[in-house]
Each structure stands twice: as structure tokens, then as C-alpha cells.
């Protein structure tokens, strides 16, 4: 009579010990997880560059003046030194 590892091939997701796993098998898990990991950095990235963006056109000075329109138009009792008033529309 023949064990179930002699009849079936075993899967690579089969959970053992590191030690217990052939060098064929210690390589995949190894490149299934670079795999994993460099997806993972690859979409943060991605999403982070798509957030750092602006949604109009401009340079960092067009950004400054949008952040300091947004904080003196909701900002209650802020103050603002040394920048002209700006106007309410």
C-alpha cells in the first residue's frame, strides 16, 4: 500500500515547515513573496504619485495659494502674517 505523498504531488500552498520544503519549493515561495511584496510597493507608489499630483494646472506656487485660500476661507479665527487680504468672491 503506497502513502498519499507517493500517489499525489503535493502543493506548493501545502503549509509546512521552512526546512521540511525541497530547494524547488523554498525558490518558489521566495519568488511568490518578492512578487507579493514588489506589487504591493509598486501600487503604493502608484498611488501616491496619482494623490501628489494636482487636479489644475500650476506649480508649487499655484499649490500654495490654493492651501492658503482653503485655510483662511474655513479656518475660523485664523491669521495670516505678511499676505494681502484676499478677496471674497
Given at each position: 500500500?503506497?502513502?498519499?505523498?507517493?500517489?499525489?504531488?503535493?502543493?506548493?500552498?501545502?503549509?509546512?515547515?521552512?526546512?521540511?520544503?525541497?530547494?524547488?519549493?523554498?525558490?518558489?515561495?521566495?519568488?511568490?513573496?518578492?512578487?507579493?511584496?514588489?506589487?504591493?510597493?509598486?501600487?503604493?507608489?502608484?498611488s501616491v504619485g496619482k494623490f501628489a499630483r494636482t487636479k489644475e494646472a500650476g506649480g508649487i506656487k499655484a499649490q500654495k495659494s490654493a492651501a492658503l485660500r482653503s485655510v483662511v476661507k474655513t479656518g475660523k479665527g485664523v491669521t495670516v502674517v505678511g499676505k494681502k487680504l484676499l478677496k471674497k468672491r
Open positions: 500500500m503506497l502513502a498519499p505523498e507517493e500517489i499525489y504531488e503535493r502543493s506548493i500552498i501545502d503549509p509546512r515547515v521552512q526546512g521540511e520544503l525541497s530547494p524547488r519549493e523554498k525558490r518558489a515561495v521566495r519568488s511568490k513573496r518578492k512578487k507579493a511584496k514588489k506589487k504591493a510597493r509598486d501600487t503604493l507608489e502608484s
